[in-house]
């Protein structure tokens, strides 16, 4: 574990109640943890904005499974070079939808250009991409 410093932090009393009722809600152990996570979340967002960013990115994906070849399209479009599939998942919603989640690592632009080709097939009726820049900068 690497070093840990400690700071002061000043907040409104507004402020540091609605952040506690949040560190209440989300189960965490005390406002450190809380702290350490949205900075962390914030700076891979920031990381995130610089579209080279080397990220693993989550794709989901509700669609009419009765649309012709939607699946075909999907298979090929994960298949492109610059996208590595690291897993996904399929699951029949009911007797029409059906659900896709795609694991994808690459950098930020192209996981966000294979995801918003599959969100814009016909037969898509909802999607949603959530990136994470990689730790370690390497994909």
């Not at 690497?2 to 406002?31: C, H, M, P, Q």
């Not at 599939?85 to 690592?105: A, G, P, Q």
């Not at 950098?107 to 959530?130: F, P, Q, T, W």
Request: a positive charge; proline letters at 1%; hydrophobic letters at 35%.
């Amino acid at each position: 574990m690497s070093d840990i410093e400690r700071i002061g932090v000043s907040l409104e009393s507004d402020l540091l109640a609605t952040f506690d009722k949040f560190i209440s809600d989300k189960s965490y152990k005390n406002r450190s943890e809380a702290i350490r996570d949205l900075i962390r979340e914030h700076l891979s967002k920031q990381k995130i904005e610089h579209k080279k960013t080397p990220a693993i990115g989550a794709v989901f994906l509700v669609y009419d499974h009765h649309t012709a070849h939607i699946s075909t399209i999907f298979k090929k479009l994960q298949h492109d070079k610059p996208i590595r599939t690291i897993s996904s998942i399929h699951v029949y919603i009911d007797k029409h939808n059906c659900l896709e989640v795609l694991l994808l690592r690459g950098l930020a632009c192209d996981i966000n250009k294979i995801g918003e080709k599959m969100i814009s097939l016909r037969g898509v009726k909802h999607g949603y991409i959530n990136l994470v820049a990689t730790a370690d900068g390497r994909h």
